[in-house]
């Protein structure tokens, strides 16, 4: 309050800041959650208002309790977001270039629905600047086609795209879906030497390897089966169900290779999928805003990370992995993924302020810090991009840090035991080599652990694990071995 005492209110710019913030304090106390929500048990009318992110800038969205829409799909890409896109896509290039010394081939991207939700096609905008096209745009803002960048005025090649699209991002947005599988078909054609155009370069390398037809040959857009919306991946790795590198690879091929597009929607294209991630040099997705980050849900590493374990599977070849940061687009970044973890890892899961903050939820709150550990190691088991000190500091803030083990075993044993066996199951599978310290105490407070839970349970019989995982059976993990053989082998 000493700061604010100090403030000139009366200074054209602090007053302007501060009815930004009463005008933005009206609008949350005018929110209606409650009412709203029983007024729709009793059908009664909602009045309806924008959905969005208030950390950029849509505070159009107060007051909550309305009956929400999304977007028009049909001005997506905006100006803005495609400018951002563009910016995207040059520091993804120049990263690469500095890198490895030339421009990449083929960027793997996931295309999630937040993309277009929350930043307006920011990535649909880059996916277009990489391949050399622009959106057309009417008065209104509408999107009405795309024109092509003239390589005189791109002044690099046009760099090929695989996209695996998110089941929502299919389901609600196949408008946006089509016009980028134009676009992509309608570079392959261009009369352009192979050299500056990697789309066409990799369409006739498939036309001539694998004798199909330009339509498959161009092809480059996937997902899950229709009404499916999983990736495969993240269930092999919950349930153990794994040995190698090349175990997931195939596990993300045989559940992704369905391919969408103008004319084709999900239409089991394995064989194509697999010969275009052969050709892939990075392997790619962004951040929008800190309320989600990568350790948000196991459909991250389930799809980034299973398309970068069959990417590196199947090329035989080192694959990067960059993420892109949008959270403000006045300072757009590119950087490696390892370095993406690192720092969610220091922001949120070894943060003492967020630490405590999860704790006030007791039970949900340590089976929420459970299922973020239990996603590190799945990035890990994926892409190999986790250090060994964030597994060792995970282990020494939660299982050999007193207070917070003693937290555990009050309101959630469970999720302890599911913490230590992630941690033992990456030390046994090679993945993480821990400092000499934790080695030491991992097993011994494991055992600790499982003493605590058969208190817990009394006379329960049977055996039990955390609760951060799919459950999933022996004979469903057989009965994938025997669809992938058949799809895929």
């Keep these: 309050m000493k700061i604010l005492d100090r403030i000139n209110w009366q200074d054209p710019k602090w007053k302007a800041i501060k009815e930004k913030i009463l005008e933005l304090n009206r609008k949350i106390e005018q929110s209606k959650e409650i009412e709203s929500l029983l007024s729709g048990f009793n059908s009664s009318y909602i009045p309806p208002g924008p959905s969005g992110l208030i950390t950029r800038g849509r505070d159009d969205v107060l007051p909550t309790g309305r009956n929400f829409y999304s977007l028009d799909p049909n001005r997506v890409p905006t100006r803005t977001a495609f400018e951002i896109g563009k910016m995207l896509a040059e520091k993804l290039i120049e990263k690469h270039l500095s890198e490895e010394g030339r421009y990449p081939e083929n960027v793997a991207i996931y295309w999630q629905c937040t993309d277009i939700m929350w930043a307006d096609g920011e990535g649909m905008g880059q996916i277009m600047y990489l391949i050399g096209v622009k959106p057309i745009w009417l008065s209104n803002g509408r999107v009405k086609g795309f024109e092509i960048i003239p390589i005189s005025e791109l002044g690099r090649p046009r760099i090929d795209v695989t996209i695996r699209v998110s089941g929502i991002t299919r389901d609600n947005f196949p408008m946006c879906i089509e016009l980028i599988d134009e676009a992509i078909q309608q570079v392959a054609t261009l009369d352009e030497p192979e050299e500056m155009n990697f789309v066409r370069k990799h369409a006739l390398e498939q036309m001539a390897q694998n004798g199909v037809d330009i339509r498959s040959a161009t092809l480059r857009i996937f997902c899950s089966m229709p009404g499916t919306y999983q990736a495969g991946t993240q269930l092999a790795v919950y349930a153990s169900a794994w040995k190698e590198e090349k175990d997931l690879a195939e596990v993300f091929l045989y559940w992704n290779g369905y ?34 980050d990568l350790f948000g849900c196991c459909c991250y590493f389930g799809t980034h990370g299973g398309m970068t374990a069959a990417a590196r599977h199947l090329s035989g070849k080192e694959v990067k992995t960059y993420y892109g940061d949008t959270r403000n687009p006045d300072h757009v970044e590119v950087r490696d993924l390892a370095d993406e973890i690192r720092r969610v890892v220091r922001t949120k899961l070894l943060n003492p302020k967020w630490i405590e903050g999860m704790k006030r939820h007791g039970y949900k709150g340590a089976g929420d810090i459970s299922k973020r550990i239990g996603r590190v190691y799945g990035w890990e088991a994926t892409t190999k991009e986790v250090d060994d000190w964030i597994f060792d500091d995970i282990a020494r803030t939660f299982m050999m840090n007193e207070e917070n083990r003693k937290f555990f075993e009050e309101h959630n044993p469970w999720a302890m035991e599911e913490i230590a066996r992630r941690l033992i199951e990456a030390l046994e599978r090679g993945l993480w080599n821990p400092a000499e310290d934790v080695k030491e105490a991992l097993k011994a407070i494991y055992l600790e652990i499982e003493g605590w839970i058969e208190e817990k349970m009394g006379d329960t019989k049977g055996s039990f694990q955390g609760g951060s995982i799919d459950i999933v059976t022996a004979e469903e993990v057989q009965f994938w071995k025997e669809k992938m053989k058949e799809v895929i082998g």
């Design 259 to 292: 391919a969408y597009g103008k004319g084709i929607w999900g239409e089991s294209k394995h064989k194509e999928f697999a010969s275009i991630l052969k050709s892939v040099d990075i392997t790619y997705n962004k951040v929008v805003s800190d309320e989600y």
